[in-house]
């Protein structure tokens, strides 16, 4: 079972930059198979970053879910990873 991740960014956001460098990181140290990413412009999908709540960038969404508004810690983000691959495994 996999997880989807998006980051929505911001063209010009040097964080949003960051945030994509440690999901990668993530997703590769917890097995890139398991984690299915994607980097959303917000100005491109506008519409489905506000359904979403998105307010600011970078913010994160998982399975649908904003879950981090802004750049979480790079121990945060892998936990809540590990929480819900724990989930899907169990």
Partial sequence: MTIKVEVFSSPGCGKCGHAKEVLRKLADELGGEQ???R??????ELDYAVALGVLSTPSIA????????????????????VSRLNKEHH
Avoid: C, G, Q, Y
């Fill in 62 to 81: 998982i399975n649908d879910e904003l879950i981090f508004t802004s750049l979480p810690s790079a121990k945060k983000l892998r936990d809540e990873l």
């Fill in 39 to 44: 980097e959303v412009n917000i100005l491109e």
């Fill in 35 to 37: 984690i299915n990413w």
